[in-house]
């Protein structure tokens, strides 16, 4: 079909069977113009899918960045990028990654030293244009683009993540710091210190609730008569016992509140019980706006301090220079319960200090009573406190035995023991008894005897007497006194553990015991490796090291972050602070641990690594067999499952399309949902397939989310198929027909479907023989990961149609550029045919003239057709036909003219490269025709270059007699240089026109780009 159609002049009746195909072309054309239209329809929906992933780069929540590896310069950014760094996205486009780091030596080794795949960088430093140096995460996926190893780097700013870490960390140090100071004022006064070193608050103060005492001595509230600041309780008010910050002093005018006076007295009465403003300026609920103004003051927390039983006994209460976040508000208001433990342990040791004080000034008004006994047995010293205790006067007893005062039914024991001390036989335990005082009434006492016979200025028996009742009395207080420190221990909000050096558990508070599932006597004696700690081998590494670092350095608190382990077999995440205790000399005897439950924040960062490294999966898969798969493989490794499946839809089916860890015989009975007769065709009812499996069910949700095994998303799971099919109901087993799965072991059990928009596009399937393998948490993750599975399937999905349609529209509009260059050529021949009847020498040269600029353009679509890429040609490749075909056309002896084409490797489109081709062939033209009369040698160059920004430059020269005196190309009347001259106007393009030395023809223009 290529080749040009060769006429023989004939008869009448060929011209009408010629004009009859001509027709017929055009008819042809007509219809090949409307597929082209469908084809544009089709690329301007290229477009749109295009701009829509264009759209989500930028409208990405994350900075996103796509960067060039080898130089780290940046080549996209997204609007957040602009606003997280405060650049200007041309600003941003001329920066390198580096010119964004603190860090830039690391920058540039993670970015060179990941050449292919994905990275994440847990913790970087970047630096605004404002040179704040902030914490960032980075997320890269490394790939080539263009041909140029690139990346796309999604970069968060971490500040407060890092910012409330930083808080919980000194949290638990104050807490640890708190257990180890006495006295109230000091430990509230650290809290407060705390406040302006963790939260950054410029002042701030903590009251108690105490009886009035300053109403008469100088309160600024004592003579206001009415108003919201007077004093209407005289009884109590809130007293000022911490202070710390900038222009604070315990003494200052709010070292007494009343309560009810003041924003802060209001807040102890009224409800929600706390008050914060990030606008203390323009607050009208705020006391002394104008100090705040003057001081600088943006915001205001203040909260009530309530004890266990809701009586309210405090107030907190900072200012700051800065709007107070969430997360600060909710670790203050855990700061708040702290410091409600220690203002409720503190007034009880108040109480019991003023207890022990009472008991000492008993304790000196009554001392024991002390006597010497000779050999003889009687008694030569009696102590002034004789008098006191007993009533005797003094000297009363002396000479006298110790036994005449004795209770006669005591008085042989207390022989018989008086007697041990003399033969040196008592084991130094005290002899209880009664004597009898003055009035006749007898005192329980007990008695410790020392025998110092022999001892200068002794020289007896050294009897030191005390009532038992005031010993009794003491004992009682120590209990008193223990409980109430056990009392602050058991009610922290904190698990705390001592243990000796091998490990051994000797104290455990109530909440540990609670949060372990153990009982305090499971816990006490026990070893930390096995019971709390996971791991015989791993467990003891871990308490060996932790012993040998808090050995070293017993000054120290040791922070760490352990995986635990509760009764249940749950694994939970804790913060462990570690302090030593040591004896006397100072050496470390035990451990104290004080930990917080951190599984939360632990199972919610787990959850965003595993989200980033299901995503890098789903990123780097090729096509629907290579994503499912790879993402069977990642559900059955991160879940620990011993068998996965992925069913995907097949018609009316949902057939396994990839599994793990099921046997084949399994396979083979489950693999087909549909019922089906013995002719295996799929059996339906009411226009629906008829499921077996509960698979089915699932997938075409008809799960009840109000049983426990559903959730509210249609999923279902248990972790004992056998207890759930003892407490299913008739109906409810309908959906177990075959229950297949629990006949081969298998107890634990999820089906989670694979739902993108309202499609149910298949099944993900999780099974294991052991029991309690899932818990609510854990479903919620995969039902999450399964709807990324989806939405990368339902794409990948919509990848394969658009190219499938897109290969389909390639090849018509390849067959539409053959027939359009044959259509030409036909118009070609017939100019030939046309031109053997001419006998004009002028109409012959016309005919040929149009029939070269004719060749051009079929020379042109010729080239398409031919090519890969048919949105452009090789404009070089094109050239070199053009003038190939020119040489033919007016007969060039190439050995006398030279033609030099240098194109380099530009690519021009269609709307370009023809008005390009007919310019070049008409200057050529006349160049071949005019510029080497005579057989003249000569050489005509043409050259073309390009820039990446679209703009091109044609310089089309030749050595020969040039062209005539005063030659105007603006005002040209040939019918070739007008067409020139249109077409460079068609290209929106300039020409100059230099003639010495033969003729230069320099034309630029911007090549037109479509879409």
């Known amino acids: 079909m290529g080749d040009e159609l060769i006429f023989n002049p004939g008869p009448g009746e060929e011209i009408l069977r010629l004009r009859s195909e001509v027709a017929s072309l055009r008819e042809e054309l007509a219809k090949k113009d409307l597929e082209l239209q469908r084809l544009t329809l089709a690329d301007e929906a290229l477009r749109e899918s295009q701009e829509k992933y264009l759209e989500l780069f930028e409208l990405g929540k994350e900075s996103l960045f796509l960067i060039d590896n080898d130089t780290g310069r940046l080549l996209e950014a ?47 430093y970047h630096r605004k244009r404002d040179g704040t140096v902030f914490p960032v995460e980075i997320t890269g996926r490394f790939f080539s683009w263009k041909g140029r190893k690139v990346h796309v780097a999604a970069i968060r700013d971490i500040s407060e993540r890092c910012q409330t870490e930083a808080y919980l960390r000194k949290l638990s140090l104050l807490k640890v710091r708190l257990l180890g100071m006495g006295d109230l004022k000091a430990r509230l006064q650290q809290i407060a210190d705390s406040v302006i070193d963790i939260f950054g608050a410029d002042f701030a103060h903590i009251w108690m609730i105490r009886d009035g005492d300053f109403c008469e001595k100088g309160c600024r509230y004592a003579t206001v008569a009415g108003g919201e600041h007077a004093c209407r309780d005289r009884n109590r008010c809130l007293h000022l016992m911490a202070s710390s910050g900038r222009y604070t002093s ?56 309530l004890s266990r039983d809701g009586e309210a006994v405090g107030a907190l209460a900072l200012f700051k220079k800065t709007p107070i976040n969430r997360n600060e508000e909710l670790l203050l208001e855990d700061l708040v319960s702290t410091t409600s433990q220690v203002i409720v342990a503190g007034r009880a040791e108040e109480a019991l200090k003023a207890s022990e004080t009472r008991f000492r000034s008993l304790i000196q008004h009554s001392s024991d009573i002390v006597r010497i006994i000779d050999r003889n047995g009687l008694i030569v010293y009696d102590s002034p406190s004789s008098e006191l205790i007993l009533g005797y006067p003094p000297g009363f007893m002396l000479g006298k035995s110790p036994l005449e005062l004795i209770h006669p039914a005591d008085r042989d024991r207390v022989a018989r023991d008086l007697n041990e001390v003399f033969e040196q036989k008592n084991d130094g335990k005290p002899t209880e008894f009664r004597v009898r005082k003055a009035d006749g009434s007898y005192l329980e006492v007990e008695s410790l005897g020392s025998n110092m016979l022999g001892v200068p200025g002794v020289d007896g028996i050294v009897v030191t007497t005390r009532p038992v009742e005031d010993r009794k009395r003491a004992q009682e207080a120590l209990r008193r006194s223990e409980k109430k420190y056990r009392e602050l221990v058991e009610s922290a909000n904190s698990i705390i553990i001592r243990w000796d050096m091998d490990g051994t558990i000797t104290f455990v508070n109530e909440f540990a015991t609670r949060f372990f599932g153990y009982s305090e006597s499971e816990m006490l004696g026990k070893n930390l490796i096995g019971l709390i700690v996971p791991g015989a081998d791993t467990g003891g590494q871990y308490i060996n090291t932790l012993t040998r670092k808090i050995t070293e350095h017993p000054e120290r608190y040791l922070t760490s972050v352990k995986k635990n382990v509760r009764k249940n077999g749950e694994f939970v995440w804790i913060s462990w602070t570690n302090r030593p205790i040591t004896d006397d000399a100072g050496n470390v005897i035990e451990n104290l641990s004080v930990g917080n439950d951190i599984t939360a924040q632990k199972l919610v960062e787990d959850e965003r690594k595993l989200t980033v490294e299901f995503l890098r ?120 027909s075959r229950n297949r799965c629990n006949r081969s072991g298998y107890e634990s ?263």
């Open 617 to 736: 999966l789903v990123n780097e898969s090729q096509d629907t067999r290579d994503l499912v798969h790879s993402a069977t493989a990642f559900f059955q490794r991160y879940s620990g499952c011993e068998a996965v499946g992925v069913r995907l839809k097949e018609y009316d089916d949902y057939p396994y399309y990839e599994y793990r860890g099921f046997s084949g015989e399994f396979i083979a009975a489950e693999n087909y949902l549909c019922s089906r007769d013995i002719n295996r065709p799929i059996l339906f009812e009411d226009g629906e397939p008829i499921y077996e499996c509960l698979c089915g069910s699932v997938i075409k949700n008809r799960g009840d989310p109000s049983k426990p095994y559903f959730t509210a998303r249609g999923s279902f799971w248990t972790n004992s198929t056998t207890e759930l099919l003892a407490c299913l109901g008739v109906a409810e087993r309908r959906m177990l």
């Open 78 to 124: 997204n609007t957040a990028a602009t606003e997280m760094y405060g650049y200007s996205r041309d600003e941003l486009l001329r920066m390198r990654n580096v010119d964004l780091s603190a860090e830039p030596e690391d920058t540039h080794r993670v970015t060179t030293e990941t050449p292919v795949g994905g990275v994440v960088v847990p913790l970087r």
């Open 250 to 305: 315990i003494n200052d005018d709010y070292r007494r509140v009343p309560i009810g006076n003041c924003q802060i007295g209001r807040m102890i009465m009224d409800e929600p019980g706390k008050y914060i403003t990030n606008d203390v300026v323009n607050n009208p609920f705020v006391d002394d706006r104008d100090r705040a103004l003057g001081l600088g003051l943006v915001s205001l927390a203040g909260f009530r301090i």
């Open 749 to 1011: 059990m999820a089906l989670i479907p694979l739902c993108f928009s309202d499609e149910r596009m298949g099944l993900l399937q999780l099974n294991d023989r052991k029991k309690g393998r899932f818990s609510p948490e854990f479903i919620a993750l995969w039902e999450r990961l399964a709807d990324y599975l989806a939405v990368a399937l339902a794409k990948l999905r919509t990848e394969d149609a658009l190219r499938e349609s897109l290969k389909e529209k390639e090849v018509l509009l390849k067959e539409v550029h053959h027939r359009v260059k044959n259509n030409l050529q036909i118009i070609t021949s017939l100019l030939n045919l046309q031109m053997s009847q001419m006998q004009d020498p002028d109409t012959v040269t016309a005919l040929t003239e149009s029939q070269s600029r004719i060749r051009s353009m079929a020379l042109l679509h010729e080239k398409l057709y031919q090519s890969k890429d048919l949105s452009s040609i090789d404009f070089g490749d094109y050239l070199r036909g053009l003038i190939s075909s020119a040489y033919c056309t007016y007969g060039v002896n190439e050995g006398l003219i030279r033609v030099e084409i240098d194109a380099g490797n530009v690519r021009l489109g269609i709307d370009t490269a023809i008005p390009c081709g007919l310019i070049i062939n008409e200057i050529s033209t006349n160049a071949f025709k005019y510029a080497f009369p005579r057989d003249r040698q000569g050489t005509l160059t043409i050259k073309v270059s390009s820039e990446e920004s679209g703009q091109t430059e044609l310089i089309i020269s030749d050595d020969g007699v040039g062209l005539p005196e005063g030659f105007d190309i603006d005002n040209v009347t040939t019918l070739g240089l007008q067409l020139v001259v249109s077409l460079v106007h068609q290209l929106e393009g300039e020409i100059e026109l230099k003639n010495e030395g033969g003729v230069t023809y320099r034309i630029t223009f911007r090549e037109k780009r479509h879409g």
